[in-house]
């Protein structure tokens, strides 16, 4: 804020101009210059003086309006960058897939607020890619994505999560009873697959080329949740990574079935940030943290 402008304020909600030279640390002569500058800048008289008290004309409250405003915004700014040090205030801008935003995440962010309540999340789902176009225009600070592309090359990443795929099926199907199935059993199978054009369609493509074989799609969506449900319902098997399914295996909603052609392959869930430009203190707090989640026994 204006020097000048910050004194006139100083003086005017002072009582004299001793106070307010004290106030300002400055020495009594000092403050009157300034006042003087500031008038001579502007090109009008801004106090009466009536004996040896100074009092604001009209020209002075219509400058020391402005002047409070502006000083106020002014303690505003210098308030909220004092935030974006705090590591345990503002808030996180955080993109994620649909896995992470609804399986992975949801037990962090709950434990992360109620140790920190003055941290608050701003989480945007969508695909990877949504995500990855929602950093280059900078609406967040980093993402947690199930698949990073090859042109990805603006991007940090870090490693957080190896999240096998499991071959499941409603409790009941003939290969959920016998507990086992190789590619050419299961490949024949109705299946309820992610649509083309998802990385984790792509894992099964590429499966089924490796094994010669050609995937009996029964149906396509574009959502876990969907797939899950239709598993369920018995409408054909599926491959879905293990943070989706785990919870209704343990419920026997689910039944997974082992694979002995070996594994079905996994998707790595991973952080990625901008190469260039700063974050605030919390939200690089918060990503240490992320970084150490999936390590620990905290979850």
């Not at 090359?153 to 957080?160: N, Q, V």
């Amino acid at each position: 804020m204006d020097t000048w402008l910050r004194t006139l304020v100083t003086v005017v909600e002072s009582s004299t101009l001793v106070q307010a030279a004290e106030s300002l640390h400055l020495t009594q002569p000092t403050v009157t210059r300034q006042l003087q500058q500031l008038e001579q800048q502007l090109g009008v008289r801004l106090f009466d003086r009536l004996g040896k008290r100074l009092v604001l004309n009209r020209a002075g409250e219509v400058v020391y309006h402005y002047a409070k405003s502006q000083q106020s915004l002014y303690d505003k700014m210098q308030a909220e960058l004092g935030a974006l040090a705090d590591p345990y205030v503002g808030t996180v801008y955080l993109g994620a897939g649909l896995t992470p935003s609804i399986y992975l995440l949801p037990p962090l962010l709950a434990e992360y607020r109620r140790r920190h309540p003055q941290v608050r999340f701003q989480v945007t789902s969508g695909s990877s890619k949504e995500i990855a176009a929602a950093l280059e225009r900078r609406e967040i600070d980093f993402g947690v994505v199930t698949t990073v592309d090859e042109g990805m090359t603006d991007f940090w990443t870090i490693p957080l999560l190896r999240d096998e795929l499991l071959l499941v099926a409603a409790p009941g199907h003939p290969l959920a009873e016998r507990g086992a199935a190789s590619a050419a059993e299961w490949m024949q199978e109705p299946l309820v697959l992610m649509r083309k054009g998802s990385g984790l369609r792509r894992i099964l493509d590429n499966l089924a080329t490796e094994h010669g074989l050609t995937l009996q799609v029964a149906m396509e969506t574009d959502s876990l949740e969907s797939i899950n449900r239709l598993v369920q319902l018995g409408v054909g098997l599926s491959c879905l990574p293990r943070s989706c399914v785990q919870d209704d295996i343990a419920a026997g909603r689910l039944a997974a079935i082992r694979t002995l052609d070996g594994e079905l392959g996994a998707r790595t869930i991973t952080l990625i940030g901008r190469r260039e430009g700063t974050l605030s203190a919390c939200a690089g707090r918060f990503i240490r943290v992320l970084s150490e989640w999936w390590k620990s026994d905290a979850h």
